[in-house]
């Protein structure tokens, strides 16, 4: 949970220094070291993103943890056609490999700032 939480202020704090292109890669792991604190939770370890995920989907679907798709779409990859807006992992890429500097809209980094504060929120009632 705490690794979560700093990745969000990282997040922010790129941002408001004229690096938001860094912040994707920070909302990313956000979400991921949340999916990380719930499968401690249950006695897991990962070091793999996909086995992250399937495991989390894993937990959900036996019903062990209670938690909106919205989050675990968040981090697939998938179809780039398929992809969400809000998919991380595409804002993430585009980011790390392409030549933008910073998120052309606000809205959309908005977006991700609430949808990390929300994961963190809904990892805490799971975890603790």
């Known amino acids: 949970m705490v690794k979560a939480e700093h990745n969000l202020k990282a997040a922010l704090y790129f941002e408001k220094g004229g690096f938001s292109d860094w912040s994707a890669s920070a909302f990313f792991?956000?979400?991921?070291?949340?999916?990380?604190?719930?499968?401690?939770?249950?006695?897991?370890?990962?070091?793999n993103q996909e086995c992250t995920i399937a495991m989390i989907e894993m937990l959900k679907?036996?019903?062990?943890?209670?938690?909106?798709?919205?989050?675990?779409?968040?981090?697939?990859?998938?179809?780039v056609e398929e992809m969400q807006e809000s998919n991380v992992i595409k804002l993430r890429e585009n980011f790390q490999y392409g030549v933008d500097l910073e998120f052309k809209e606000k809205k959309e980094f908005n977006?991700?700032?609430n949808l990390c504060k929300e994961m963190i929120y809904k990892t805490r009632a799971l975890v603790f």
């Open 61 to 79: 679907e036996e019903g062990k943890i209670d938690i909106n798709e919205k989050f675990i779409d968040t981090l697939k990859i998938t179809n």
């Open 29 to 47: 792991y956000c979400v991921y070291h949340c999916f990380l604190a719930v499968l401690r939770k249950f006695g897991y370890e990962s070091r």
């Open 111 to 113: 977006k991700l700032v």
